[in-house]
């Protein structure tokens, strides 16, 4: 069984060998990264797969590197968006765009877009889950909002 560690040496070898052109040797080599806690190393691999081929979705890992593992989520917001603009289909980057920008201080459009994922995702399980997340952030958000009736933010509008 292979460590991380040999993995990355692997990924690593693979990178040298195609010219350092292959976008997703960087994506794979900044998981194993990210598994190993070495986020920043994560990060330069995940930014150079995207320098390299800015349409594929699964290289906007990044945003849920920021958001999740670096405590930064407001640097995860455009991520989130790029990746949900190139597949407006995938639940998961929807919620976890709507999460970001929720941290990150824009609860209005986080409010709507929880509202979109709720009426969009009910068709199987996985779909059922979103809208649970939704209806949960909703009630919360809205919560918020009508506690503190002078919130504004035009962050990322």
Do not use: H
Request: proline share 2%; glycine share 6%.
């Amino acid at each position: 069984a292979w460590t991380s560690v040999q993995a990355i040496f692997s990924f690593q070898g693979a990178l040298i060998l195609a010219d350092s052109k292959n976008s997703m040797a960087y994506y794979g080599r900044g998981l194993l990264y990210e598994e190993l806690g070495m986020f920043e190393n994560a990060e330069r691999d995940y930014s150079k797969g995207i320098e390299l081929e800015p349409n594929v979705t699964g290289l906007y890992r990044r945003g849920m590197l920021y958001q999740v593992l670096m405590k930064k989520p407001c640097l995860g917001v455009l991520d989130f968006k790029r990746a949900f603009e190139l597949d407006k289909t995938d639940l998961v980057i929807f919620t976890q765009y709507a999460s970001a920008l929720s941290e990150c201080g824009n609860k209005r459009l986080a409010l709507r877009y929880y509202k979109e994922i709720a009426d969009y995702a009910v068709t199987d399980n996985v779909g059922q889950y979103y809208n649970e997340v939704a209806l949960n952030e909703i009630k919360k958000i809205e919560a918020f909002l009508k506690a503190n009736p002078e919130y504004n933010s035009k962050l990322f509008e």
